[in-house]
Antibody
Framework: QVQLVQSGAEVKKPGASVKVSCKASGYTFSGYYMHWVRQAPGQGLEWMGRINPNSGGTDYAQKFQGRVTMTRDASISTAYMELSRLGSDDTAVYYC???????????WGQGTLVTVSS | QSALTQPASVSGSPGQSITISCTGTSSDVGNYNLVSWYQQHPGKAPKLMIYEDSKRPSGVSNRFSGSKSGNTASLTISGLQAEDEADYFCCSYAGFSTFWVFGGGTKLAVL
């Protein structure tokens, strides 16, 4: 069965960076985009970007351009999302989610809570 | 401020039907047949319930249906059950450069 397992919760200071991992299993990793979506406490969902695990090509939401980097290691079926220059408004649960082509994300990871606090 | 507008909350009694709206623009909802709906229970990851405006993934109850008219999409849940109580988010493709936008979410209470 399809599974996306994310790394554990993180606590970071303002100005720092965080890197979240997402290990995929149960499907062909290179055949599906991997998206990153975040959800601030009590708020809605916010699309951050996606990576094509086959080519490594990325598309980022304009809001995060210059601050987010999405990478992958196909040899271990794992995608990564690194967000730099963290501020308190980056406190959120970060989800990875896969999709096929132009389809919306279907399977989601369990989420990773990132807390930014001094 | 979310790109797509949803009501903050809706409620219904067991067995009733409810509809949740999702209003976008001619650049997203109205321009592509790519509206999807997600169900999210507290502390859980979102679950895809509807895609491409009105299609149901395998395993999703046929009590859930999607439709669209112009720039507004709708999710209807018929025969409400207690386990339907959750947050519901709409999502739409918005073209190259913006890609995917979400609604702010609607909390469904089954009274």
């Amino acid at each position: 069965q399809v599974q996306l397992v994310q790394s554990g919760a993180e606590v970071k200071k303002p100005g720092a960076s965080v890197k979240v991992s997402c290990k995929a299993s149960g499907y062909t990793f290179s055949g599906y985009y991997m998206h990153w979506v975040r959800q601030a406490p009590g708020q809605g969902l916010e699309w951050m970007g996606r990576i094509n695990p086959n080519s490594g090509g990325t598309d980022y939401a304009q809001k995060f351009q210059g601050r987010v980097t999405m990478t992958r290691d196909a040899s271990i079926s794992t995608a990564y999302m690194e967000l730099s220059r963290l501020g308190s408004d980056d406190t959120a649960v970060y989800y990875c989610a896969r999709s096929s082509g132009s389809s919306p994300p279907d399977y989601w990871g369990q989420g990773t809570l990132v807390t930014v606090s001094s | 401020q979310s790109a797509l507008t949803q009501p903050a909350s809706v409620s219904g009694s067991p067995g009733q039907s409810i509809t949740i709206s999702c209003t976008g623009t001619s650049s997203d909802v109205g321009n592509y047949n790519l509206v999807s709906w997600y169900q999210q229970h507290p502390g859980k990851a979102p679950k895809l319930m509807i895609y491409e405006d009105s299609k149901r993934p395998s395993g999703v109850s046929n009590r859930f249906s999607g439709s669209k008219s112009g720039n507004t999409a709708s999710l209807t849940i018929s025969g409400l059950q207690a386990e339907d109580e959750a947050d519901y988010f709409c999502c739409s493709y918005a073209g190259f450069s913006t890609f995917w936008v979400f609604g702010g979410g609607t909390k469904l209470a089954v009274l």
